[in-house]
């Protein structure tokens, strides 16, 4: 059985951190402040951090399969009615994403962190909507 209560701890998290974003977030600044960058990158990252941290609990504890990667924990979620599959690319996309600002910012292109602020919040606001349902 899923634990309400951890859940809910990640849950927060990931409003708290997207809150952060709305109110601190200047993409515009991203290019020439590293503080501003870091602050972006490193929120983006603790968001869909908790967001997989949630799938994984709730597959796990389910018992709903062996996701053999992490991209496949969205999917087993979906299949057992916990989220839509529509936002099953988005989620997948973002976990990718998370895997690029963990390996290092070098790599990081500023365009998709832009695309993320401005385009994609709202996605990991449906998965919390969506679990928060089902609890």
């Known amino acids: 059985m899923t634990d309400?209560?951890?859940?809910?701890?990640k849950l927060a998290a990931i409003e708290t951190a997207?809150?952060?974003l709305r109110r601190l977030a200047q993409p515009e600044r991203l290019t020439t402040d590293l503080l501003q960058r870091r602050f972006v990158e490193h929120t983006l990252q603790i968001a869909i951090q908790a967001s997989l941290d949630v799938?994984?609990?709730i597959v796990s504890d389910d018992?709903?399969?062996e996701?053999?990667?992490?991209?496949?924990v969205f999917a087993l979620l979906s299949q057992a009615g916990w989220i839509e599959t529509t936002?099953?690319?988005s989620l997948s996309r973002m976990e990718?994403?998370?895997?690029?600002?963990?390996?290092?910012?070098?790599?990081?292109?500023l365009d998709v962190v832009r695309d993320v602020?401005?385009?994609r919040l709202g996605d990991l606001e449906t998965f919390v909507a969506a679990i928060r349902v089902r609890l």
């Open 4 to 9: 309400p209560t951890l859940v809910a701890k």
């Open 117 to 119: 602020l401005g385009n």
């Open 87 to 89: 936002l099953l690319d």
């Open 63 to 65: 018992r709903l399969g």
């Open 96 to 109: 990718g994403f998370r895997n690029v600002l963990v390996q290092g910012h070098d790599d990081v292109d």
């Open 67 to 72: 996701p053999r990667t992490n991209r496949e």
């Open 18 to 20: 997207l809150a952060d």
């Open 55 to 57: 799938a994984f609990h």
